[in-house]
C-alpha cells in the first residue's frame, strides 16, 4: 500500500495549511489513518488520527487548531491545520492501517511532507 501526501510547504505564523494523504494499492478496507510529526532532534509523535468509523484523537497541542478528516470512497485523509505556530514546524507523516484483499494486514508510512511555520 502507498501512502502519498501532499500540501506541505512555508507559511508564517497565524496561517493555514491542508494536507492531504491518498492510499493505493490492494486494498479491501482502511481502519486507522493518522497525521504524525517529527521535528528536528525530537522523536515522532502524534498529531491526530481518526478510525473508520470516524471518531477522532488529537495531541494536546494541536486541539482547538487541527482538524483531522477522511473520505472512505478515495481512501484520503487531510489535516486542516489552522492558527499554525513556528513549534509546529516539522515534517508531517501519513499513516494507515488495513487488510488487503488478499487477507492480510497492512500498515504503511507516507514519505512525509514539510511544514515550515515562520514567526
Given at each position: 500500500?502507498?501512502?502519498?501526501?501532499?500540501?506541505?510547504?512555508?507559511?508564517?505564523?497565524?496561517?493555514?495549511l491542508?494536507?492531504?494523504?491518498?492510499?493505493?494499492?490492494?486494498?479491501?478496507?482502511?481502519?486507522?489513518?493518522?497525521?504524525?510529526?517529527?521535528?528536528?532532534?525530537?522523536?515522532?509523535?502524534?498529531?491526530?488520527?481518526?478510525?473508520?468509523?470516524?471518531?477522532?484523537?488529537y495531541?494536546?497541542?494541536?486541539?482547538?487548531?487541527?482538524?483531522?478528516?477522511?473520505?472512505?470512497?478515495?481512501?484520503?485523509?487531510?489535516?486542516?491545520?489552522?492558527?499554525?505556530?513556528?513549534?509546529?514546524?516539522?515534517?508531517?507523516?501519513?499513516n494507515?492501517?488495513?487488510?488487503?484483499?488478499?487477507?492480510?494486514?497492512?500498515?504503511?508510512?507516507?514519505?512525509?511532507?514539510?511544514?515550515?511555520?515562520?514567526?
Amino acid at each position: 500500500v502507498q501512502l502519498v501526501e501532499s500540501g506541505g510547504g512555508l507559511v508564517q505564523a497565524g496561517g493555514s495549511l491542508r494536507l492531504s494523504c491518498a492510499a493505493s494499492g490492494s486494498i479491501f478496507r482502511i481502519g486507522a489513518m493518522g497525521w504524525y510529526r517529527q521535528a528536528p532532534g525530537k522523536q515522532r509523535e502524534l498529531v491526530a488520527a481518526i478510525t473508520s468509523g470516524g471518531s477522532t484523537n488529537y495531541a494536546d497541542s494541536v486541539k482547538g487548531r487541527f482538524t483531522i478528516s477522511r473520505d472512505n470512497a478515495k481512501n484520503t485523509v487531510y489535516l486542516q491545520m489552522n492558527s499554525l505556530k513556528p513549534e509546529d514546524t516539522a515534517v508531517y507523516y501519513c499513516n494507515a492501517d488495513g487488510l488487503l484483499r488478499i487477507g492480510r494486514k497492512f500498515g504503511s508510512w507516507g514519505q512525509g511532507t514539510q511544514v515550515t511555520v515562520s514567526s
